[in-house]
């Protein structure tokens, strides 16, 4: 069972640190547990914690300003990336062929890579099954569904930040239909919380969670470690 933390913009290294020291004293057995913390936290942490970068640019070095690439990130031994986070997607304005450009570079370079993809509010609320499938494949489209280090995160945008969580049906209904197209474990995220995470992770097809909001502070992140492992 994989539980990933995307800190987004909070944290800093001084406070990643304390953070990780306090989650490893957790009882992480069984559990394959990411942290995602802001570039500038970015390092060597000990623990069995998995350290992943929130964003990378397709290429080793060279002028591309406000980015970083492989170089900085082999400095600090990260193998792990988060790409096509709805953040990114519609704040950030990243289209689908950058996000498969960089999926490409970091999947020659062997990295874990956590897709992201998720319907808009106006597509869910097309109403249309179909309409929410097709809008999921295309965000999908220039990634190799077989590459053996992707794990694939539905992220519906309607449900991020926001404390509405997709239901139980909306959630196994995706990943049934992700889980056609490829054989990565599927992760949720969208206001993932303690009161929530068992049965969403108890779902079928349903490898993990991606959390954000309810991953900042450790307390509450250990609780849903420990809530997660109730049901292992
Ligand atoms: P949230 O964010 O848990 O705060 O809804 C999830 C995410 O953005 O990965």
Known sequence: MILAGNFKMNHTRASTREYLKKLTSCDLEG???????????LDRYEGKVVIGAQNGYGARSGSFTGEIGLEQLEEFGINTLLLGHSERRHLLNE???????KFNFYKKANFNIFFCVGETLEVRESGSKELIKAYLKAQLEGIDLEYPNLIIAYEPVWAIGTGKTASLEEIEEVLEY??????APLLYGGSVKAQNIASIASLKNCSGVLVGSASWKVD???EMVKKVKEIL
């Open 220 to 222: 509450s992140f250990c």
């Open 95 to 101: 289209n689908q062929e950058l996000l498969s450009q």
């Open 178 to 183: 992700l889980s056609t197209l490829t054989s």
């Open 31 to 41: 559990l394959e547990v990411f942290i995602f913390p802001p570039f500038t936290a």
